[in-house]
Protein backbone atom coordinates (compact mmCIF):
# COMPACT_ATOMS: atom_id res chain seq x y z
CA UNK A 1 0.00 0.00 0.00
CA UNK A 2 1.33 3.70 -0.60
CA UNK A 3 1.58 5.63 2.38
CA UNK A 4 3.33 8.80 3.64
CA UNK A 5 4.90 8.98 7.33
CA UNK A 6 5.67 12.10 9.22
CA UNK A 7 7.25 10.44 12.43
CA UNK A 8 7.08 13.34 14.39
CA UNK A 9 4.01 15.21 15.63
CA UNK A 10 5.62 18.25 16.72
CA UNK A 11 9.27 20.17 15.79
CA UNK A 12 10.50 22.86 18.26
CA UNK A 13 13.42 25.11 17.13
CA UNK A 14 14.59 28.42 18.06
CA UNK A 15 14.55 31.67 15.44
CA UNK A 16 17.03 31.73 13.38
CA UNK A 17 18.32 27.69 14.06
CA UNK A 18 18.08 25.94 11.02
CA UNK A 19 15.05 23.16 10.96
CA UNK A 20 14.11 20.06 9.36
CA UNK A 21 10.30 18.34 8.60
CA UNK A 22 10.85 14.66 8.05
CA UNK A 23 9.13 12.60 6.15
CA UNK A 24 9.29 8.84 4.26
CA UNK A 25 7.38 7.26 1.64
CA UNK A 26 6.31 4.20 0.70
CA UNK A 27 5.19 4.11 -3.00
CA UNK A 28 6.27 1.54 -5.92
CA UNK A 29 7.78 3.04 -8.97
CA UNK A 30 8.81 6.72 -9.10
CA UNK A 31 6.95 9.18 -6.97
CA UNK A 32 5.55 12.53 -7.11
CA UNK A 33 6.36 14.38 -3.68
CA UNK A 34 4.91 17.26 -2.54
CA UNK A 35 4.87 19.45 0.86
CA UNK A 36 2.28 21.98 1.44
CA UNK A 37 1.88 24.30 5.15
CA UNK A 38 -1.54 24.91 6.53
CA UNK A 39 -2.34 27.97 8.98
CA UNK A 40 -4.61 27.62 11.35
CA UNK A 41 -8.05 28.71 9.79
CA UNK A 42 -6.62 28.61 6.18
CA UNK A 43 -6.14 26.54 3.59
CA UNK A 44 -3.10 23.88 2.76
CA UNK A 45 -1.06 26.37 0.72
CA UNK A 46 2.10 24.34 -1.57
CA UNK A 47 5.19 25.06 -0.74
CA UNK A 48 7.40 23.09 -3.45
CA UNK A 49 7.20 19.95 -4.94
CA UNK A 50 9.12 16.43 -6.35
CA UNK A 51 8.71 15.42 -9.80
CA UNK A 52 11.87 14.44 -11.73
CA UNK A 53 15.80 15.56 -11.80
CA UNK A 54 17.63 17.41 -9.32
CA UNK A 55 17.08 15.62 -5.56
CA UNK A 56 17.34 19.13 -3.67
CA UNK A 57 14.27 21.19 -4.42
CA UNK A 58 13.68 25.13 -3.68
CA UNK A 59 10.48 26.76 -3.09
CA UNK A 60 8.87 29.03 -1.59
CA UNK A 61 9.35 31.17 1.56
CA UNK A 62 12.88 30.15 1.55
CA UNK A 63 12.05 26.71 2.32
CA UNK A 64 13.70 23.42 0.23
CA UNK A 65 13.67 19.43 0.65
CA UNK A 66 15.80 17.05 -0.23
CA UNK A 67 14.58 13.78 -2.22
CA UNK A 68 16.44 10.71 -0.91
CA UNK A 69 15.50 7.69 -2.99
CA UNK A 70 17.45 4.71 -1.41
CA UNK A 71 16.23 6.05 2.03
CA UNK A 72 12.40 6.67 0.75
CA UNK A 73 12.52 10.00 2.76
CA UNK A 74 11.54 13.96 1.28
CA UNK A 75 12.30 15.86 4.69
CA UNK A 76 11.43 19.38 4.53
CA UNK A 77 14.37 22.09 5.10
CA UNK A 78 15.07 25.53 6.03
CA UNK A 79 18.63 27.21 7.23
CA UNK A 80 17.24 29.64 9.41
CA UNK A 81 13.58 29.87 11.33
CA UNK A 82 11.13 32.60 11.51
CA UNK A 83 8.34 32.68 14.20
CA UNK A 84 5.70 32.81 11.20
CA UNK A 85 6.92 29.81 10.03
CA UNK A 86 5.07 28.40 12.86
CA UNK A 87 2.38 26.04 11.39
CA UNK A 88 1.01 22.51 10.22
CA UNK A 89 3.15 20.95 7.63
CA UNK A 90 2.28 18.27 5.38
CA UNK A 91 3.74 16.06 3.41
CA UNK A 92 1.95 14.25 0.36
CA UNK A 93 2.74 11.69 -2.83
CA UNK A 94 0.55 11.12 -5.67
CA UNK A 95 -1.15 8.34 -5.66
CA UNK A 96 0.67 6.44 -8.51
CA UNK A 97 -2.49 4.10 -9.15
CA UNK A 98 -4.34 6.77 -10.25
CA UNK A 99 -3.81 8.93 -12.89
CA UNK A 100 -6.14 11.93 -11.43
CA UNK A 101 -2.76 13.45 -9.30
CA UNK A 102 -5.12 12.81 -6.24
CA UNK A 103 -2.37 12.68 -2.96
CA UNK A 104 -1.95 10.58 -0.21
CA UNK A 105 -1.07 13.10 2.64
CA UNK A 106 1.07 12.28 5.84
CA UNK A 107 -0.48 13.11 9.24
CA UNK A 108 0.82 16.55 9.78
CA UNK A 109 3.93 18.57 12.04
CA UNK A 110 3.56 21.56 14.10
CA UNK A 111 6.00 23.07 13.70
CA UNK A 112 6.97 25.92 16.40
CA UNK A 113 9.27 28.54 15.76
CA UNK A 114 10.37 30.28 19.48
CA UNK A 115 11.45 33.55 19.48
CA UNK B 1 -11.51 35.46 -7.20
CA UNK B 2 -7.51 34.99 -6.73
CA UNK B 3 -7.91 31.25 -4.90
CA UNK B 4 -10.45 28.62 -4.47
CA UNK B 5 -13.61 29.92 -1.82
CA UNK B 6 -15.79 27.89 0.14
CA UNK B 7 -18.85 28.26 1.65
CA UNK B 8 -19.97 28.14 4.15
CA UNK B 9 -16.69 28.32 6.45
CA UNK B 10 -18.69 26.98 9.27
CA UNK B 11 -21.45 24.12 9.30
CA UNK B 12 -23.45 22.96 11.94
CA UNK B 13 -26.04 20.17 11.52
CA UNK B 14 -28.05 18.07 13.81
CA UNK B 15 -27.84 14.23 13.19
CA UNK B 16 -30.21 13.37 10.50
CA UNK B 17 -29.97 16.72 8.74
CA UNK B 18 -28.84 16.96 5.03
CA UNK B 19 -25.84 19.60 4.09
CA UNK B 20 -24.59 21.52 0.61
CA UNK B 21 -20.98 22.72 0.79
CA UNK B 22 -19.63 24.50 -2.09
CA UNK B 23 -16.91 25.06 -3.91
CA UNK B 24 -15.89 27.81 -6.30
CA UNK B 25 -12.50 26.72 -7.76
CA UNK B 26 -9.84 29.09 -9.59
CA UNK B 27 -11.40 30.06 -12.89
CA UNK B 28 -10.72 27.90 -15.79
CA UNK B 29 -9.49 25.29 -13.54
CA UNK B 30 -9.86 21.75 -15.14
CA UNK B 31 -9.50 19.67 -12.28
CA UNK B 32 -11.01 19.69 -8.84
CA UNK B 33 -10.98 17.48 -5.79
CA UNK B 34 -12.90 17.14 -2.40
CA UNK B 35 -10.62 16.03 0.75
CA UNK B 36 -12.00 15.27 4.04
CA UNK B 37 -9.54 16.14 6.88
CA UNK B 38 -10.66 14.38 10.79
CA UNK B 39 -9.43 16.28 13.82
CA UNK B 40 -5.43 15.60 13.74
CA UNK B 41 -5.01 13.99 10.56
CA UNK B 42 -3.76 14.51 7.21
CA UNK B 43 -6.57 15.13 4.17
CA UNK B 44 -7.78 12.24 3.07
CA UNK B 45 -9.04 11.76 -0.95
CA UNK B 46 -13.13 11.67 -1.46
CA UNK B 47 -13.95 12.62 -5.27
CA UNK B 48 -11.99 14.09 -8.11
CA UNK B 49 -13.59 16.63 -11.37
CA UNK B 50 -12.25 16.67 -14.65
CA UNK B 51 -14.42 19.57 -15.86
CA UNK B 52 -17.71 18.31 -15.63
CA UNK B 53 -17.15 14.65 -15.33
CA UNK B 54 -16.66 12.98 -12.16
CA UNK B 55 -13.56 10.58 -13.11
CA UNK B 56 -13.23 9.13 -9.58
CA UNK B 57 -15.35 8.86 -6.32
CA UNK B 58 -13.62 6.06 -4.87
CA UNK B 59 -12.90 8.19 -1.62
CA UNK B 60 -16.77 8.70 -0.47
CA UNK B 61 -17.37 6.77 2.54
CA UNK B 62 -20.82 5.83 2.08
CA UNK B 63 -23.60 6.53 -0.98
CA UNK B 64 -24.84 9.30 1.81
CA UNK B 65 -21.82 11.21 0.21
CA UNK B 66 -23.03 12.68 -3.48
CA UNK B 67 -21.05 15.35 -5.03
CA UNK B 68 -21.71 17.31 -8.76
CA UNK B 69 -20.27 19.84 -10.64
CA UNK B 70 -22.80 20.57 -13.21
CA UNK B 71 -20.48 23.49 -15.22
CA UNK B 72 -17.62 22.16 -15.05
CA UNK B 73 -16.71 25.06 -12.74
CA UNK B 74 -18.36 25.11 -8.89
CA UNK B 75 -19.04 22.01 -7.19
CA UNK B 76 -20.81 20.97 -4.56
CA UNK B 77 -20.44 18.24 -2.08
CA UNK B 78 -23.59 17.06 -0.50
CA UNK B 79 -23.97 14.72 2.48
CA UNK B 80 -27.39 13.26 3.37
CA UNK B 81 -28.74 12.40 6.62
CA UNK B 82 -25.66 13.48 8.32
CA UNK B 83 -23.75 11.39 11.53
CA UNK B 84 -21.29 12.63 13.86
CA UNK B 85 -18.54 10.51 12.13
CA UNK B 86 -19.02 13.14 9.33
CA UNK B 87 -17.68 15.99 11.78
CA UNK B 88 -14.63 17.03 9.66
CA UNK B 89 -13.18 19.98 7.45
CA UNK B 90 -14.06 19.21 4.13
CA UNK B 91 -11.40 20.69 1.74
CA UNK B 92 -11.79 21.49 -1.93
CA UNK B 93 -8.72 21.86 -4.26
CA UNK B 94 -8.58 22.99 -7.70
CA UNK B 95 -5.72 22.52 -10.69
CA UNK B 96 -4.96 23.97 -13.48
CA UNK B 97 -4.78 20.71 -15.82
CA UNK B 98 -5.78 17.43 -16.05
CA UNK B 99 -1.71 16.42 -15.70
CA UNK B 100 -0.51 14.72 -12.13
CA UNK B 101 2.37 16.90 -11.86
CA UNK B 102 1.21 20.20 -10.84
CA UNK B 103 0.41 21.63 -7.32
CA UNK B 104 -3.02 21.54 -6.19
CA UNK B 105 -4.89 24.91 -4.47
CA UNK B 106 -6.67 24.41 -1.83
CA UNK B 107 -9.91 26.77 -0.27
CA UNK B 108 -10.29 27.62 3.12
CA UNK B 109 -12.28 24.40 4.19
CA UNK B 110 -15.94 23.73 5.12
CA UNK B 111 -15.77 22.81 9.25
CA UNK B 112 -18.73 20.73 9.44
CA UNK B 113 -19.64 19.96 13.23
CA UNK B 114 -22.58 16.89 13.38
CA UNK B 115 -24.31 16.95 16.79
Known amino acids: AQSVAQPEDQVNVAEGNPLTVKCTYSVSGNPYLFWYVQYPNRGLQFLLK??????LVKGSYGFEAEFNKSQTSFHLKKPSALVSDSALYFC?????????????FGQGTTLQVKP | GAGVSQSPRYKVAKRGQDVALRCDPI?????LFWYQQALGQGPEFLTYFQNEAQLDKSGLPSDRFFAERPEGSVSTLKIQRTQQEDSAVYLC?????????????FGPGTRLTVL
Open chain 1, 92 to 104: AVRDIWSNTGKLI
Open chain 1, 50 to 55: YITGDN
Open chain 2, 27 to 31: SGHVS
Open chain 2, 93 to 105: ASRADAGPYNEQF
